[in-house]
């Protein structure tokens, strides 16, 4: 069974950065090559796909709101997908989630999981 574990969400300033983590046990990173992903999900709307990264292809999506700021990594000797956070806006305050194995992930789109973390919240103030 695939359990994820997510940290690092805080209160930041416009401007500021953050690192979350997602620490993932009951897969093999090296092995098993899950697509993973982070998600938001901001105060009273629905949870969107943000970044996610397929490592037996190598391919990388990031939406159009955060691309540049957010990029995705792996760790594969800690078991650790990060998401560093940076350019923060008042708009990226949400609850974030990491999720795998993915339904979906390409460069034009991420689809869900039925597998998810108990998320992580940031909050940006202006």
């Known amino acids: 069974e695939v359990q994820l574990v997510e940290s690092g969400g805080g209160l930041v300033q416009a401007g500021g950065s953050l690192r979350l983590s997602c620490v993932a046990s009951?897969?093999?990173?090296?092995?098993?090559?899950?697509?993973i992903g982070w998600f938001g999900q901001a105060p009273g709307k629905e949870r969107e796909g943000l970044v996610c990264?397929?490592?037996?292809?190598?391919?990388?999506y990031s939406k159009a709101s955060v691309k540049g700021r957010f990029p995705i990594s792996i760790d594969n000797a800690k078991s650790t997908v990060y998401l560093q956070m940076s350019d923060l806006k008042p708009d990226d305050t949400a609850v974030y989630f990491c999720?795998?194995?993915?339904?979906?992930?390409?460069?034009?789109?991420?689809?869900?999981?039925?597998?998810w973390g108990q998320g992580t919240r940031v909050t940006v103030s202006s």
């Open positions: 990264i397929s490592p037996s292809d190598g391919i990388t």
């Open positions: 999720a795998a194995p993915l339904h979906y992930c390409s460069i034009y789109n991420i689809a869900g999981s039925n597998n």
């Open positions: 009951g897969f093999d990173f090296d092995y098993d090559e899950l697509a």
